[in-house]
């Protein structure tokens, strides 16, 4: 079954609203959550890394003001796209790491569609 | 600047015969290989993995070789079966458990029936 979900799988926004996505790991705890993005026919671009109760780390070329990411608790990670636009449209995924099992893994999500109107 | 590269962005392969997708890499400090497989609309889900001090690792119908001096990895899917139909991508880090995977662009294999 899945190991990392995300919510919503689907979203339709207006231009200049915020969307909230979120992250979980369904049975263990993530030391770690990443969030990429990927846009059609590309390979996933990583956005940031956050670690459980500390600030994200932005990639070079992501604004942190914009993507917006929580890390509160070792089970869930939220992104919030904050005054979005239509060149926001794409699929977000996340991924957890953490120790699953007895091993260091890292899961993925099943990712967002975000469509920005 | 893509570290990790996939130059083929698809493949076709009859039912039953071998998949052989292929990934180069250009950063020598990367020692942890990935394959990941992803259907539409869904996140990559984790096939196969292999460090710098092996140059092979086979579970099941998924073998991944590595030649570090040249920089290669393979994925070779034999039997192929209608469900590997996906696209597949390699990844790589730094080192084991490093913050950052670094994906290639993805190879879309096709197993015909």
């Known amino acids: 079954g899945a190991v990392v979900s995300q919510h919503p799988s689907r979203v339709i926004c207006k231009s200049g609203t915020s969307v909230k996505i979120e992250c979980r790991s369904l049975d263990f705890q993530a030391t770690t959550m990443f969030w990429y993005r990927q846009f059609p026919k590309q390979s996933l671009m990583l956005m940031a890394t956050s670690n459980e109760g500390s600030k994200a780390t932005y990639e070079q070329g992501v604004e942190k003001d914009k993507f917006l990411i929580n890390h509160a608790s070792l089970t869930l990670s939220t992104l919030t796209v904050t005054s979005a636009h239509p060149e926001d449209s794409s699929f977000y995924i996340c991924?957890?790491?953490?120790?699953?099992?007895?091993?260091?893994?890292?899961?993925f999500g099943p990712g967002t569609r975000l469509t920005v109107t | 600047d893509q570290q990790v590269k996939q130059n083929s962005p698809s493949l076709s392969v009859q039912e039953g015969r071998i998949s052989i997708l292929n990934c180069d890499y250009t950063?020598?400090?990367?020692?942890?290989f990935l394959w990941y497989k992803k259907y539409p609309a869904e996140g990559p889900t984790f096939l196969i993995s292999i460090s710098s001090i092996k140059d092979k690792n086979e579970d099941g119908r998924f073998t991944v070789f590595l030649n570090k001096s040249a920089k290669h990895l393979s994925l070779h899917i034999v039997p192929s079966q209608p469900g590997d139909s996906a696209v597949y991508f390699c990844a790589a880090s730094a080192k084991t458990g490093a913050n950052n995977l670094f994906f290639g662009t993805g190879t879309r294999l096709t197993v015909i029936p």
């Open positions: 991924s957890a790491r953490g120790v699953r099992g007895g091993n260091y893994e890292q899961y």
């Open positions: 950063n020598s400090m990367f020692d942890y």
